[in-house]
């Protein structure tokens, strides 16, 4: 089974697959999916789809090399930018108190 993707119309994350089409089932939307668009689509931790300019929660705590504090469980990440093919780091972001830095989906909630 296909992961549903976000509709380009209404941005639900309530779509399905029919006849080679991508519907959207909360406005009817039908469109034909890229590769590119799959693979484009970055989620937090608990499954959100995360876009450029959101506010994540880290979710646990995380060391930081050549530093001696770790960014703690609860630090919010304002402003965040999505970065494909740069490892598993996904998202590019400032760090209040530690600086600009790359995070993983997978230790951030959207807030």
């Known amino acids: 089974m296909t992961q549903a993707l976000v509709c380009p119309e209404c941005s639900s994350e309530h779509s399905y697959e029919l006849g080679g089409f991508q519907v959207c089932s909360m406005c009817g939307h039908e469109w034909i999916p890229s590769d590119a668009e799959e693979a484009a689509v970055i989620r937090d931790a608990v499954g959100n789809v995360l876009q450029d300019g959101d506010t994540v929660t880290v979710i ?4 930081v090399k050549g530093s001696s504090q770790p960014i703690k469980v609860g630090t919010k990440v ?34």
Do not use: Y
């Not at 646990?60 to 060391?63: W, Y």
């Open 60 to 63: 646990k705590d995380l060391k």
């Open 78 to 111: 304002r402003n965040i930018r999505l970065a494909q093919g740069v490892g598993d780091h996904d998202i590019d972001c400032k760090v209040d108190g530690f600086g600009p830095m790359q995070l993983k989906s997978s230790v951030v909630k959207k807030a």
